[in-house]
């Protein structure tokens, strides 16, 4: 019997290294001109990392995760995502001696979906964390440096599309809107929503199902139930995407699929692709640092 490679995964053969290596070359220039270094992190981690960082009740960490245990019965995980795993070698070596601390990385990282077209099981992911400044310009100058990225790769149509989720004093409130949004329309959500909304009703905004994203769009959006703090944050990082000249949308729908973002989320899309047009995403992680056990630490 032939054995093929796992479902989910893609062997990049010699005829097509040469494209990767271009497309990782561009993104080391970028970074380099924007002063972010590169950190290369371990592919596994301890489980619990990913648990208090993405958040229990999130698709990644209760559906999504490689997780095993090893020899010495400790439980650990393929990495899913970048964040959490730069967030800990920050922590762990002391590195916020001068801040900000701005890095970038580059490599494999693993989730068990259903691979589709450009979604594996494996994928390849070029990530930037900037740690140690609440200034709105730096949440433009992340999404600056990935319009610049795809621009180098010859993309055009490019946007950003954008909400602000709020911080530890609104982001309850919010909730409680949510609920209260849903409560009266309780059976027409999935199944899967109305579980989440005694969980974490955020996630709601996030459903795929058709009928539950016309339910949602009709919710309050979230940057109306801001804070003062983080209202002027968000009217910050608006004013620097003007100054810049980088079109930009509201959508409340954006909320990202991790727990650890606050304030702002965002994502990059190009009209040209056609329906899935979605880039890249990001956001702020101000209490990241702080849930893995170091110093309040904005990100």
């Known amino acids: 019997m032939t054995i093929h490679a796992p479902r989910g995964t893609l062997d990049i053969l010699p005829a097509d290294t040469a494209k990767w290596q271009y497309v990782e070359q561009v993104a080391r220039?970028?970074?380099?001109?924007?002063?972010?270094?590169?950190?290369?992190?371990?592919?596994?981690?301890?489980?619990?990392?990913?648990?208090?960082?993405?958040?229990?009740?999130?698709?990644?960490?209760?559906?999504?995760m490689y997780t095993f245990l090893d020899k010495a019965e400790r439980s650990i995980t393929l990495r899913p995502e970048g964040t959490a795993s730069v967030v800990r070698a920050f922590l762990e070596h002391n590195l916020g001696q001068i801040l900000p601390v701005k890095v970038y990385y580059i490599g494999p990282v693993f989730r068990y979906e259903r691979p589709q077209a450009g979604r594996y099981r494996q994928h390849h992911q070029m990530g930037i964390e900037a740690l140690g400044s609440q200034d709105?310009?730096?949440?433009?100058?992340?999404?600056?440096?990935?319009?610049?990225?795809?621009?180098?790769?010859?993309?055009?149509?490019?946007?950003?599309?954008?909400?602000?989720?709020?911080?530890?004093?609104c982001k309850p409130r919010y909730r409680e809107a949510l609920r209260a949004y849903a409560q009266p329309r309780l059976e027409t959500f999935c199944g899967e929503c109305r579980r989440r909304l005694e969980r974490n009703p955020l996630r709601i905004l996030d459903c795929k199902v058709p009928a539950c994203r016309e339910l949602v769009r009709e919710a309050p959006p979230n940057y109306s139930h801001l804070c003062g703090d983080c209202s002027a944050h968000f009217e910050g990082?608006?004013?620097?995407?003007?100054?810049?000249?980088?079109?930009?949308?509201?959508?409340?729908?954006?909320?990202?699929g991790l727990d650890y973002y606050t304030r702002t989320v965002y994502e990059v899309t190009s009209e040209s692709l056609g329906a899935q047009n979605s880039l890249c995403g990001g956001g702020r992680y101000d209490d990241l640092a702080e849930e893995l056990g170091g110093?309040?630490?904005?990100a």
């Open 29 to 64: 220039d970028i970074c380099g001109r924007f002063g972010y270094r590169e950190i290369r992190t371990p592919l596994f981690e301890a489980t619990e990392l990913f648990a208090r960082g993405i958040g229990e009740a999130t698709d990644i960490v209760e559906k999504e």
């Open 136 to 169: 709105p310009s730096l949440d433009g100058e992340t999404m600056s440096l990935a319009i610049r990225f795809y621009q180098a790769l010859g993309l055009s149509n490019l946007q950003i599309r954008m909400n602000s989720i709020g911080c530890k004093v």
């Open 237 to 256: 990082v608006k004013h620097y995407l003007e100054i810049l000249s980088i079109p930009y949308v509201l959508d409340p729908l954006i909320v990202r």
């Open 295 to 298: 110093k309040p630490t904005p």
